[in-house]
């Protein structure tokens, strides 16, 4: 059973283009998470989704930041416009759906670094 | 103040020693608690969950303190894998149960 798959592992980005971010869950789950972690932070909450649904996106940042989790297909962390401060590794996470809302284990996938030049 | 706070650390230590990790938590409207461990900036997995009874698996021991909001993990007879980077991590009552808040990590190195 495969984990979480994020896709690309690693991507480089000049300020002003776009990032796409991609986060395939692990068979069977239908509930998705997107964390940020900075250079010597800890991880930082960004958004959860459900399927065509976006539950939770108290952390994502106002502007140029946007997610999705269509009913086919990946989840996936757009962010247009990229400035050095978007830096960072990009982690997915997800989880079965099957217990009471948001309160299940998840499984972290090996992330994205985004390095923006 | 943070919503999750750990000791960076670094904690270095012998095999085979005894160490423990202490974090606190600001909301006490928190729900559930955890122990992840990261290698190398690689994904957190998770380590064990924390109840209130205090639970054990294997080499490894969580307690958490509500009245005190404190968490604690305690690692026996350490192992040269055990070397990693320790997450508190905590999930609160808020725009939903599916937000985590991480500390920012406690290192731990085991040497021989």
């Known amino acids: 059973n495969a984990g979480v798959m994020q896709n690309p592992r690693h991507l480089v980005r000049r300020r002003g283009q776009e990032a796409r971010l991609r986060c395939s869950p692990m068979?069977?789950?239908?509930?998705v998470y997107w964390y940020r972690q900075l250079p010597e932070e800890g991880l930082k909450f960004m958004v959860y989704?459900?399927?065509?649904?976006?539950?939770?996106e108290s952390g994502m940042p106002k502007e140029r930041f946007s997610a999705e989790f269509p009913k086919e297909g990946p989840s996936i962390l757009r962010i247009q416009q990229v400035v050095r401060g978007d830096s960072a590794a990009y982690f997915c996470?997800?989880?079965?759906?099957?217990?009471?809302?948001?309160?299940?284990?998840?499984?972290f996938g090996p992330g994205t670094r985004l390095l923006v030049l | 103040r943070k919503e999750v706070e750990q000791d960076p650390g670094p904690f270095n230590v012998p095999e085979g020693a005894t160490v423990a990790f202490n974090c606190t938590y600001s909301?006490?409207?928190?729900?559930?608690f955890f122990w992840y461990r990261q290698d190398c900036r690689k994904e957190p997995k998770l380590l064990m969950s924390?109840?209130?009874s205090g639970n054990e698996d294997g080499r490894f021991t969580a307690q958490l303190n509500r009245a005190s909001q404190y968490i604690s993990l305690l690692i026996r007879d350490s192992k040269l894998s055990d070397s990693a980077t320790y997450l508190c991590?905590?999930?609160?009552?808020?725009?939903?149960?599916?937000?985590?808040?991480f500390g920012q990590g406690t290192i731990l190195t085991v040497h021989p």
């Open positions: 996470a997800s989880s079965p759906g099957r217990g009471k809302e948001g309160q299940e284990t998840q499984y």
């Open positions: 989704l459900q399927k065509e649904n976006i539950i939770d």
């Open positions: 068979k069977g789950h239908s509930h």
């Open positions: 991590v905590v999930r609160a009552v808020g725009t939903s149960y599916g937000k985590l808040t």
């Open positions: 924390v109840y209130s």
């Open positions: 909301n006490s409207a928190s729900q559930s």
